[in-house]
């Protein structure tokens, strides 16, 4: 684990909150007012984001090209249960991170998490995950097929970044880019983070997002499932799972 990254990244973001001061405060009136509390909520759980958007892929090309994708398929474990044990260390190790930067933030930098709802925090948390794995699924079958870079997790993540306010709110994107942050379930996870862990909102007053994480989850995550088992058919087909 990267502590002085983690500790330096932290820090740039807190010098930056000071020299913004107070002029972006009212876009963050719902969370507060504090910036650095905002931006470091967003880097600390876009971690998240990253992880689920790549770590799929990755273990696909390397089991491929090390060759051995073909014999795990072999094997009586289930299709979801190897793509759930392939990302397991990684979601476990993100976690570690995101609790280092909330640590740092809290006993550094004065970050006030005293009124954070944990559990409404935790099932959104839950949720985040779902959805990103899901994407992250996707893109690893688009390497399963194609036997090339993922591109597909890449630009999820950069446009993610500005639509999802990892960085900024929203509300200060043009109406119309606005509109869009609506499809991002990014935006709706950070959102319902920011709240639950800044103001200590409870499920009821978070229903919306979690909603629209959930409807996102139950979209994506057997729609990327059946994407993965076809393509793994697909790749059985052309004798092609132990190329890369």
Do not use: C, H
């Not at 759930?84 to 476990?92: A, N, P, T």
């Not at 880019?177 to 996870?189: A, H």
């Not at 103001?199 to 007053?205: D, I, P, T, Y």
């Amino acid at each position: 684990m990267n502590f002085a990254g983690i500790f330096m990244a932290v820090t740039v973001f807190f010098f930056v909150s000071k020299l913004m001061g107070k002029s972006i405060s009212p876009y963050l009136a719902q969370y507060g007012g504090d910036y650095f509390a905002f931006v470091l909520i967003g880097i600390a759980l876009s971690g998240f984001l990253t992880t689920g958007l790549g770590v799929f892929s990755s273990s696909v090309s390397s089991a491929q090209s090390t060759g051995t994708l073909e014999a795990m398929l072999v094997t009586p474990t289930s299709l979801p249960e190897i793509v759930l044990l392939s990302s397991l260390y990684s979601f476990i190790f993100t976690a570690l991170n995101v609790l280092v930067y909330l640590i740092f933030g809290v006993a550094v930098f004065g970050l006030d998490l005293g009124r954070a709802n944990v559990p409404a925090a935790m099932l959104v948390l839950l949720l985040m995950v779902l959805v990103f794995s899901g994407l992250g699924i996707i893109a690893a079958s688009f390497v399963m097929l194609f036997k090339r870079g993922d591109p597909v997790g890449w630009i999820f993540g950069s446009v993610s970044s500005v639509m999802g306010g990892t960085f900024f709110p929203v509300q200060i994107l043009p109406a119309w880019l606005q509109k869009l942050s609506y499809l991002f379930p990014v935006f709706y996870g950070l959102r319902a983070m920011r709240l639950a862990l800044l103001k200590g909102v409870g499920l009821a007053a978070l229903a919306p997002d979690i909603a629209a994480l959930a409807a996102f989850a139950a979209l994506i995550v057997p729609l990327s499932l059946w994407s993965f088992s076809l393509a793994v058919r697909r790749a059985k087909i052309d004798g092609s799972l132990a190329t890369y």
